[in-house]
């Protein structure tokens, strides 16, 4: 078999030219280091849609292994179950590339003349004397070149960072080893704490120490429970945990899935554990809060789903209940916290928070239908949470704030932001043609499905209170979008318009993905299926998927054979 690499270039690729994009922009400028990310990116994405390909066929996995001395083997893996995360993670890191440039240049030229004040102040003294008009000229363009030189530094940083960070995340879904997802999983916080340290607003310096206490703590105790899980089970690699499970002393296996459940709960920001959450995400450069948000805390869901679902099997029912219960106080309280907001931003920050409870919720629904739905939902809070955190930012280039009570009446001077603002408002709200609805439908038949099947009046129960709680997303969401888009315009904005094409057309990319999948979920959603019906196929207290559930998926595909290709490499 020919040896490939499209998961291993696809991963390390970004981590490997980040120098050069910080040394392209530092010498070239802004616009060289951002095409260059922009390219490196999306031959990383072409790679990861080459390996899916070979999914086809009733493949349901494709993986490239690589010897890894005694921690076992190396490996990234794409299914169905890191397909979407793999995916919507680098589509989202692509278009953000593109929309970065001119966010960034904003933010940035806005950090240096704050930090060059004194500078010009003794320059307006006359330090420089007054006699002839060519001193002055040449002050001028000193403080030109300055600002240059500070922004291509600035911009080749960011570009630098953004890549690591973007290779830290794939890397983390794409693992085949406890070691190697810890590694990854530790790769994520390392850049994103910088780039919130060195571009994020107010006390961002103190917010970037909270994001990296909290996240930071949740993987060293996320860390025992995998290092416990590998000792005890004979080795690291996924397949040897799996295998060797019930040699876990049951006693310790109540402590691991307790800290697995705990370390990506407070990824997740789950209710309890979310407090860095609004402060992070609101205060980061905003195409870094359409990573952290949409993509990057939803990862918690991907652990969550590999590391206790799949790796301890049978371990799943008897807590199921509680993930459940979490979840629907995790989206009732994001909700009404969402709904006190007057910073665009801190709305969206609780509303991550609300939609990582949907994901809870249909992971501990204790349904195939409903666990699929739950994967389903990290794509469509991804593109729509995302574009609405690019509506947010495309606001703050245009009118300079982010509070909603000094805007309104925008929709007539934005009328491109305004439409593809409410495709975003739709996916996060469920509303069909978007993919959200999609999402919310099947999370919500299998949670009350599972809660009939069994005549269990408690999930009967949070199903209700599920439902209630996606009018409050409603409503905070269709709140937000009134208040800054319909009114009366303030007069000092009765001159603005929509930003430049950087950011509309990066924003309406991942509108149409979403309304794509919206009509048509079958290429991400029947790998989804397939693999969570694969996982919980022996396991009898799952309910699993009957012939009369509300999505359109071949059973040809469900019942196809399942095999593995992998690609061995290095010296496995």
Not at 24 to 41: C, E, V
Not at 321 to 338: F, H, K
Not at 494 to 508: E, Q
């Amino acid at each position: 078999m020919t040896e490939s690499y499209y998961l291993l270039i696809a991963t390390f690729l970004p981590l490997l030219v980040s120098p050069i994009a910080y040394i392209l922009g530092k010498r070239s400028g802004s616009n060289a280091t951002t095409w260059f990310s922009f390219g490196i990116l999306a031959i990383s994405t072409t790679l990861l849609f080459i390996a899916s390909f070979n999914l086809q066929g009733g493949r349901s996995a494709y993986v490239e292994s690589y010897a890894w001395s005694q921690f076992g083997n190396f490996g990234l893996r794409i299914d169905g179950l890191s397909l979407p995360f793999a995916i919507i993670i680098n589509i989202l890191c692509t278009v953000l590339t593109l929309y970065s440039k001119p966010y960034m240049l904003h933010k940035i030229k806005e950090s240096f003349e704050e930090n060059s004040s004194k500078r010009e102040s003794i320059s307006d003294s006359g330090k420089y004397g007054t006699n002839s008009g060519g001193n002055e000229i040449k002050t001028v363009t000193l403080s030109k070149l300055t600002e240059e030189q500070y922004v291509n530094h600035h911009m080749g940083l960011y570009f630098a960072l953004y890549l690591t960070f973007s290779m830290g995340m794939l890397g983390t879904v794409l693992a085949t080893n406890l070691i190697e997802f810890y590694v990854f999983f530790e790769l994520m916080l390392v850049p994103s704490f910088f780039l919130l340290a060195f571009y994020g607003y107010g006390e961002r310096k103190r917010i970037a120490l909270m994001f990296f206490f909290w996240t930071h703590v949740g993987a060293v105790v996320l860390l025992l429970g995998l290092l416990s899980m590998g000792l005890f089970s004979g080795g690291f690699d996924y397949d040897t945990v799996m295998h060797n499970v019930d040699k876990i002393p049951e006693q310790w296996l109540v402590l691991i899935v307790f800290a697995l459940v705990i370390g990506l709960g407070v990824k997740l920001a789950a209710f309890v554990l979310h407090i860095w959450l609004p402060y992070a995400h609101s205060e980061a450069p905003t195409p870094i809060s359409a990573l952290l948000s949409p993509a990057m805390i939803g990862i918690g869901a991907y652990g969550l789903l590999r590391l206790w679902l799949e790796l301890l099997v049978g371990d799943y029912s008897q807590y199921s209940i509680y993930i459940n219960l979490w979840g629907l106080a995790t989206m009732i309280y994001g909700g009404a916290m969402a709904m006190m907001q007057d910073d665009i931003k801190r709305v969206l920050a609780y509303s991550s928070i609300s939609q990582m409870g949907y994901i809870l919720f249909g992971i501990g629904s204790e349904s195939v239908l409903g666990i699929t739905g739950a994967t389903f939902m990290y794509v469509t809070h991804g593109l729509g949470k995302a574009i609405l955190f690019m509506m947010a930012g495309s606001i703050i280039l245009q009118t300079g704030t982010r509070s909603m009570s000094k805007l309104g009446g925008l929709a007539g001077r934005m009328p491109y932001t305004a439409v593809i603002a409410m495709i975003g408002a739709l996916t996060i709200m469920g509303i069909p043609p978007t993919s959200g609805f999609m999402g919310e439908w099947i999370l919500f038949n299998g949670v009350l499905q599972s809660g009939l099947q069994n005549s269990d009046t408690l999930r009967i129960v949070a199903f209700g209170l599920g439902i209630l709680a996606t009018v409050l997303s409603a409503a905070y969401i269709l709140w937000m979008y009134k208040r800054i888009f319909f009114g009366k315009i303030p007069e000092q904005y009765a001159k603005i318009r929509d930003s430049n094409r950087y950011v509309t057309v990066t924003m309406a990319a991942l509108a149409a993905i979403t309304l794509f999948l919206g009509v048509y979920p079958n290429p991400m959603l029947n790998p989804i299926t397939n693999y969570v019906q694969e996982m919980f196929s022996g396991d009898s207290t799952v309910l699993q998927i009957g012939t009369a559930h509300p999505v359109n998926i071949s059973s040809s595909y469900l019942n196809s054979s399942n095999s593995q290709m992998t690609v061995s490499g290095g010296d496995s």
